[in-house]
Structure formats: C-alpha cells, structure tokens
C-alpha cells in the first residue's frame, strides 16, 4: 500500500476513536502504533503508546491531547 494510503488510514482510524468502547478504541490506538512502527516512525509509535496508556488509567484529558498531536504529526507525513 502506498504510503499516502496507509496515512489516510492512520488519520481514519484516529478519527474513528471518537466513539467506541474503551476497548475498541485502545485496539483502534494499537493498530495505529503498529502501523507507525513499521512506517519507522518510533518517535510516533512511542507517542500512540502515551495515549493508550492514557486512556487505560481514565486520563481522557491527556488521551485527547495525544491524539490530536498524533493526527496532527501524521498529517505532516504526506
């Protein structure tokens, strides 16, 4: 898949973590994470893991936060 494609899918999937349960919103964060790891964009894949880690322990604040900076950096990788 070409690299524009799976960035548009990353953005999607963070869009779609809107709504949800908690638990399909942390596996929607996961795939990001993996899809960034073998984008070989660790610093961002690191970045996903804080806003699982946020939404796990009820920081939605911080959740929120992580994922407006992740849409916003993946945005800037077209």
């Known amino acids: 898949m070409p690299t524009a494609?799976?960035?548009d899918v990353l953005?999607?999937?963070l869009n779609a973590t809107a709504v949800g349960?908690?638990?399909s919103i942390t596996?929607?964060?996961r795939q990001v994470q993996e899809e960034l790891a073998?984008?070989?964009q660790p610093?961002?894949?690191s970045r996903?893991?804080?806003a699982i880690a946020a939404l796990v322990r009820g920081d939605v604040t911080?959740?929120?936060r992580g994922r407006a900076f992740l849409q916003s950096k993946i945005g800037h990788l077209r």
């Open 5 to 7: 494609t799976r960035i």
């Open 11 to 13: 953005l999607s999937t």
């Open 21 to 23: 349960t908690l638990e």
């Open 27 to 29: 596996t929607k964060l």
């Open 38 to 40: 073998e984008l070989d």
């Open 43 to 45: 610093e961002l894949a």
């Open 48 to 50: 996903a893991g804080d």
């Open 62 to 64: 911080e959740f929120k």
